[in-house]
């Protein structure tokens, strides 16, 4: 009996000394709200002009590589910006690791034209 009590008692007791990986994994959710983080960052500043507007590479394809490029205007502050795409790389990159993602393993490049559209830095094609 007291065989079966302790055999009862540990299987109560062994999921509380479990680790929940779960509060630490990167999810599509986290991923969207960093990005729009970022989003509305870069919204935040207005250019004047096309000679006023850069590119960023952006995200983590899982064969290697950028998933796009932001186009932003020149005056938001440059560390700030490379801060926060970094911390979303590294959360995108995670995130492949962990769900074992694939993409195409097709190179993007920066944009070609990029202009300055009422204030706004935007990819021309």
Not at 4 to 30: G, H, K, M, W, Y
Not at 35 to 41: G, P
Not at 75 to 88: C, G, K
């Given at each position: 009996?007291?065989?079966?009590?302790?055999?009862?008692?540990l299987?109560?007791?062994?999921?509380?000394?479990?680790?929940?990986?779960?509060?630490?994994?990167t999810?599509?959710?986290?991923?969207?709200?960093?990005?729009?983080?970022?989003?509305?960052?870069?919204?935040?500043f207005?250019?004047?002009?096309?000679?006023?507007?850069?590119?960023?590479?952006f995200?983590?394809?899982?064969c290697?590589g950028?998933r796009?490029?932001?186009?932003?205007?020149?005056?938001?502050?440059?560390t700030?910006?490379?801060?926060?795409?970094?911390?979303?790389?590294?959360m995108?990159?995670?995130?492949?690791?962990?769900?074992?993602?694939?993409?195409?393993?097709?190179?993007?490049?920066?944009?070609?034209?990029?202009?300055?559209?009422?204030?706004?830095?935007?990819?021309?094609?």
């Amino acid at each position: 009996m007291k065989y079966l009590i302790r055999i009862a008692l540990l299987f109560v007791l062994l999921p509380s000394f479990q680790c929940d990986e779960e509060d630490n994994r990167t999810t599509p959710e986290i991923l969207a709200e960093k990005k729009q983080e970022i989003l509305n960052y870069i919204q935040s500043f207005s250019c004047a002009n096309a000679t006023g507007c850069l590119s960023i590479a952006f995200g983590a394809k899982p064969c290697g590589g950028p998933r796009e490029f932001l186009v932003y205007p020149n005056t938001v502050d440059q560390t700030t910006l490379e801060t926060l795409v970094e911390e979303y790389y590294e959360m995108d990159h995670q995130y492949n690791i962990e769900t074992g993602a694939v993409s195409d393993c097709m190179v993007v490049g920066p944009p070609n034209n990029i202009d300055c559209v009422n204030g706004v830095c935007t990819i021309i094609d």
